[in-house]
Structure formats: C-alpha cells, structure tokens
C-alpha cells in the first residue's frame, strides 16, 4: 500500500517526535490531541528542535518550513480516520488506547492500518479490538524519536503480510531501521531495559549505591551515554513503572517486581523530567540527585 497521509493520536513527547519525522519525510501529517494547547505546544517543539539543528548546520530553514508545512493540527478524530496510516502514541494505558481505537472505528477508511506506539502492551489484544487485526501492528518508536534509529514493529498474531511490508517501506523512508518482534509482553528493546533501569532503583533502595554513583559506574564502567536512573527520568518513572507492571502480570516471574521505591516517586508525582523532579531535581540549572 502507497501511505500519503499519516494521523497522528497523541502530541506528547513521542507523538510529537513521530509527526516530525513523518511530516520530513515528506508525508501529510494530521496531529491530534485531546488536551488543549497540546498541538500547537508540540509544533512549537518541533520548531525549536529544527531551529537548534540549523544552529549545529544540521538542518536548514527550507528544509524546517517544509515539514512544518505538512503538519495539520486535526480537532476532530474523523479526519484522523481518513489517514492512509494511524500511529496511536497516547499514553501507556490499555484502556484509553482501546477507547481511542473505538472512536476511530466509525470513521476509518477500508485501507487504512492501525498502529500503536505502545512500549509493551499486547498487540494482538489491542488488534482484537478493532475491526481490522490483519492491518494492525506494533510500530514502536524509541526516544528522542528525531534522533533514534531504531523502530520496533510487532505483528500481533492476525497481522497480514502486506501490513508489514507496507510498515518496514515506512521506516526505510524515514532513514531509520526496523527490526521484528514477537508479541510478548515489553517486546524487545524494554524487555531488556527496563529490568535493567528495575534493578538499578532497587540498587539504590538496598543502599548500595547513590543516585550519582550508580550513574557513574554504568556511564564510566559499562560505557553506557547516560546512566540508569538518568534515564528512567528521561523516560518518565510512571512509564518505567507501566512496563514494568506488564512484564510482571503478563510473565509472571517476581524477577519483574517493580522496586517499591519507584511505585514510591510514581505515587509522589516524582516522574522525571516531565515535572522537575525524579531521581534527580531539575528545577535548578544543575541537576541534582534527590537520594
């Protein structure tokens, strides 16, 4: 299938990133969200990144005006369902992805391929949903979506061939790389991640380490560019915790458990960066760890 035009659910971090290098790639973007302003703070983003590459001479201002170009902010859900490709990036909760999906149904054309940029839900469960599961997929973004090169694509257990291909053509024009993963809770990339990013919290709640220490030692000794608990900030602690809770009750394995010191910063509103204060502090001009 030829995909022109892509609706985008979702103006946050990751939908907002998503519209960008879908809207660079030369696609009709159509942005929505439910929250007012979000929109229009998003193409505000995108800008500002645009505006920091020129700075570096890795953009240009034709090449920024262009893809603004193609971004459309999009009220109504009904032009969201005329889309050749839907990406739902809405938050990481199954229920309102499952509501989002229903309030599309009605307004969907008869080509048209859903996706969801969940980070670990089942995809064949979402798919069940609709009624399209040969044409829906998994297509999981990383982030900074601009930067990252990786996309995740996930059959769910309906999903036809040509789902697939048309999807993998996607990615290969947005300059990226895909890779397949089976329908299992977390998929690949935060089946790994996050028990990692798991276990680096529970380090600092048994006192084996500090926030700056644990950072230290995996950013100078197992080389990572940012260190665990820097980088559930950057993720969100409340989405760490999320996939988390999947991988816990769909594999029923204690050594998923999310340490009790993350539900701890969730249920403080300590998510991360997204509100200033998470493992570290970021109201200052410096971060500083909070434990």
């Known amino acids: ?35 007012p302003g979000a929109v229009e703070r998003a193409i505000a983003q995108i800008g500002d990144n645009f505006d920091r590459q020129i700075a570096k001479g890795k953009a ?25 490709l839907i990406i739902e990036a809405a938050t990481e909760k199954e229920t309102i992805k499952q509501q989002i999906f229903a309030s599309l149904a009605p307004h969907l054309g008869k080509d048209t391929i859903l996706t969801s940029n969940t980070s670990s839900i089942s995809i064949t469960r979402l798919a069940a949903a609709t009624d399209r599961p040969e044409r829906f997929m998994g ?8 930067i990252m090169q990786l996309v995740e694509l996930i059959r769910g257990i309906a999903t036809d061939q040509e789902t697939y291909e048309t999807l993998a053509a996607v990615v290969e024009r947005l300059g990226k790389t895909a890779t397949s993963a089976e329908d299992f809770p977390a998929f690949i990339v935060n089946r790994i991640l996050m028990p990692m990013i798991n276990e680096a919290v529970y380090t600092l709640y048994e006192g084996v380490g500090t926030v700056s220490s644990i950072d230290n030692s995996l950013k100078l ?28 009750e769909g594999l029923a394995d204690t050594k998923y458990r ?18 200033k204060r998470g493992f570290y502090d970021y109201r200052g001009d410096v971060p500083v760890p909070t434990r």
């Open 258 to 275: 999310p340490c009790p010191l993350l539900v701890k910063y969730v249920e403080a509103g300590w998510l991360g960066r997204k509100t």
């Open 139 to 146: 297509f999981h973004f990383m982030n900074p979506v601009p």
């Open 221 to 248: 000794g197992a080389n990572h560019p940012m260190g665990p608990l820097e980088l559930a900030d950057f993720i969100g602690l409340d989405t760490c915790l999320a996939i988390m809770n999947v991988l816990h």
């Open 60 to 84: 240009d201002a034709a090449t920024k005006a262009a893809t603004l170009a193609n971004i459309h902010p999009t009220a109504e859900i009904a032009a969201i369902g005329a889309c050749d």
């Open 1 to 35: 299938m030829d995909i022109k035009s892509v609706g985008v659910i979702g103006a946050g971090q990751m939908g907002s990133g998503i519209a960008h290098v879908m809207a660079q790639a030369g696609y009709e973007v159509r942005l929505h969200d439910v929250a």
